[in-house]
């Protein structure tokens, strides 16, 4: 069973930072990616950033520099730490799982989070 719990979302000023948080179990870490999606009213999902068990990521050109991703494999929690928001950054955040521990960009997420949302202000 693979269940994840996103928390950590919030209202901030543009400029702000917020830190995400999803909680997971340990078998999830040690045999899955692990990814954060995000999704505003009307456009497509995106896929932000993702991180393989060897704990390379990789970013999306709108996170790059700005945000990071990462896994504490003591805690079974992943992170995604986001500075220098922008209002574009606005969204719904998810984080998502996938079988397999690399080629983390191309795998099939099967389990999601019921997200939480992001929102940033001019």
């Known amino acids: 069973q693979v269940q994840l719990a996103e928390s950590g979302g919030g209202s901030v000023q543009a400029g702000g930072s917020l830190r995400l948080a999803c909680a997971a179990s340990?078998?999830?870490?040690?045999?899955?990616?692990m990814a954060w999606f995000r999704q505003a009213p009307g456009k497509e999902r995106q896929r932000v950033a993702v991180?393989?068990?060897?704990?390379?990521?990789l970013y999306a050109d709108s996170a790059q520099g700005r945000f990071i991703i990462s896994r504490d494999n003591a805690k079974t929690t992943l992170y995604l730490q986001m500075n220098s928001l922008k209002p574009e950054d606005t969204a719904m955040y998810y984080c998502a799982a996938a079988p397999g521990g690399d080629m983390c960009y191309i795998r099939e997420y099967d389990y999601w989070g019921q997200g939480t949302q992001v929102t940033v202000s001019s």
């Open positions: 991180i393989g068990t060897n704990g390379r990521t």
């Open positions: 340990q078998y999830t870490f040690l045999t899955h990616c």
